[in-house]
């Protein structure tokens, strides 16, 4: 549970912008029509472990 922690103080800002630019890229190359695998792929992984870090540090927080 402390890793999750770590996770929302220190690297979410790091998941945060590989969200964001993964999510320009795709938009990007959805106008071009070329594939998209490897950043849809980044962009669902650091979206899972933003969100679940939240969830966890919001358990963490209960207890």
């Known amino acids: 549970m402390l890793?999750?922690?770590f996770i929302n103080i220190y690297v979410m800002p790091i998941l945060a912008?590989?969200?964001c630019l993964n999510?320009?890229?795709i938009i990007?190359?959805?106008k071009k029509e070329q594939p998209t695998a490897v950043n849809t792929f980044w962009?669902?992984?650091s979206f899972v472990?933003?969100?679940w870090s939240i969830a966890i540090?919001?358990?963490a927080?209960?207890?």
């Open 3 to 5: 890793v999750f922690l």
């Open 17 to 19: 912008i590989i969200f």
């Open 23 to 25: 999510l320009v890229e």
């Open 28 to 30: 990007k190359k959805v």
């Open 43 to 45: 962009l669902t992984t």
């Open 49 to 51: 472990i933003i969100v």
């Open 57 to 59: 540090g919001t358990l």
């Open 61 to 63: 927080g209960t207890y």
